[in-house]
C-alpha cells in the first residue's frame, strides 16, 4: 500500500461527498423496485441534509460521552489506559481507554481519539491527558 499524503486524504474525502448522493439515488430505485410506487415518497420525506446529519452524530456522540463520564464519575477507581498510534497518513494520535466498575461488571471503554503535534513524547502524551481531563471535570 502507498503512502497517503494529506491531500491524497482530501481527495478521498471529497470522493466520498461525490459518491453519497449517488447512492442515495440508487437506495431510492432498490426501496421503490422491493416495495413499491409509494414507497420513494416515503423515502423523500426522511430529512437527511448534510447539517441535519451531521448535528444528530454531534447530538448522539455528547449523549455518549456523558453516558461515559457519568459511569467514571460514579466509581471512586478507575484505570486509564493511553497508547500513541500513528494513522495510514502518518499523523500520531493518542488513543485512550478507560476501565471502570458499573453493576459489578468491569467495563472497557474507548475514551476518546485526540491528534498530537509533531513530537510524540511521554511530557507531550501527559499533557494531552491532562488538558482533556481538566475541560472534562
Do not use: C, W
Not at 471502570?100 to 511530557?123: N, V
Amino acid at each position: 500500500m502507498r503512502d497517503l499524503t494529506r491531500g491524497d486524504n482530501q481527495k478521498i474525502l471529497e470522493a466520498l461527498y461525490r459518491v453519497s448522493p449517488l447512492i442515495a439515488k440508487i437506495a431510492k430505485i432498490m426501496i421503490e423496485v422491493v416495495i413499491g410506487d409509494g414507497a420513494e415518497q416515503t423515502f423523500d420525506r426522511i430529512p437527511l441534509s448534510n447539517n441535519l446529519v451531521h448535528r444528530r452524530i454531534i447530538d448522539m456522540s455528547n449523549n455518549v460521552k456523558q453516558i461515559l463520564l457519568s459511569n467514571i464519575s460514579q466509581n471512586r477507581y478507575y484505570a486509564l489506559q493511553v497508547d500513541e498510534s500513528i494513522d495510514i497518513v502518518n499523523f500520531a494520535n493518542l488513543m485512550a481507554f478507560v476501565r471502570y466498575k458499573e453493576d459489578q461488571e468491569i467495563h472497557d471503554d474507548f475514551s476518546f481519539r485526540q491528534p498530537l503535534s509533531s513530537h510524540t513524547t511521554g511530557e507531550d502524551i501527559f499533557n494531552v491527558t491532562n488538558n482533556l481531563s481538566k475541560r472534562t471535570k
